[in-house]
């Protein structure tokens, strides 16, 4: 008896990984950024500006030359984002 009930637990495991196995979901496709110039809160940037060496140095809220990594395509929906820094 015990070993019919080993055998039909093994058999249940066996069978619950080929299952999970199958239903893999399918992957991410890879993401895409830009960089978003002057829409960074002061302090809040990205990396570096035309006055500093890098990520969070930014001296004013919306500074031109300073920049945020945005998903692709979205910088020109938000208001006075630019690809380009500005002066």
């Known amino acids: ?5 080993f055998v039909a637990s093994a058999m249940a495991a066996a069978l619950s990984f080929a299952l999970q196995a199958s239903a893999q979901p399918a992957p991410k496709p890879k993401f895409e950024a830009e960089k978003c110039f002057g829409i960074a809160k ?3 940037n990205d990396c570096q500006t035309a006055n500093s ?5 930014s001296k ?4 031109g030359d300073a920049w945020v990594y945005m998903p692709k395509g979205s910088c020109d929906r938000v208001v006075n ?7």
Do not use: E, I, N, Y
């Open 1 to 5: 008896m015990k070993k019919q009930v």
């Open 42 to 44: 002061a302090g809040k």
């Open 53 to 57: 060496s890098c990520a969070g140095t």
């Open 60 to 63: 004013r809220d919306a500074q």
């Open 81 to 87: 984002g630019s690809l380009m820094p500005k002066a």
